[in-house]
């Protein structure tokens, strides 16, 4: 298996294992009135939508033999692109940060954190002499361009959010 294809899984299931372990120890847990719960919800419903279309719109380019990548960078942008847009739109709806402001602003740095290191890895590619396109195909490395910039914009986003719902606490 290509190491850099292999990388991004194990990471995130290195990721996926802090924050499993995280939720099971830590005693103050995020609280969601229901009113979030259902905009969760509703951005689980449009994200996992999303995927499919974008599942079927890859397949459909497989079959009439457009191959702008191979199969697996394909589902992996089209889960991190998923994913992002589930974050974005429970932001948006003031259902993503719970009443905690200290975990609120942690968020907002774990997203700049993981999008600098994304974008170092990124840039490391290119110094070992990766390119963006292989043989006319988006190759791995893109990848991490894709991640890192939806890392960035959700960091973005939620940092806006913040700032507005604290001026509109204060007035």
Do not use: H
């Amino acid at each position: 298996m290509n190491f850099s294809v292999l990388l991004p899984v194990i990471i995130a299931a290195v990721a996926a294992l802090i924050v499993f372990i995280a939720r099971i120890t830590n005693k103050n847990k995020a609280s969601y009135d229901e009113w979030q719960t259902l905009a969760r919800y509703s951005a689980f419903r449009t994200s996992f939508i999303f995927l499919l279309f974008y599942c079927l719109i890859c397949a459909a380019l497989y079959i009439l033999d457009i191959k702008w990548s191979n199969t697996a960078v394909q589902m992996f942008i089209g889960c991190i692109l998923s994913l992002s847009l589930f974050i974005a739109l429970c932001i948006l709806k003031d259902a993503y940060f719970s009443n905690t402001p200290k975990r609120n602003v942690s968020s907002v740095i774990t997203f700049f954190l993981f999008g600098i290191m994304t974008l170092y890895y990124f840039i490391s590619g290119f110094a070992k002499g990766n390119t963006l396109f292989m043989d006319g195909q988006i190759s791995t490395l893109a990848i991490y361009l894709i991640f890192s910039i939806c890392l960035f914009v959700l960091g973005i986003i939620a940092l806006i959010k913040l700032i507005l719902d604290k001026r509109r606490v204060e007035n």
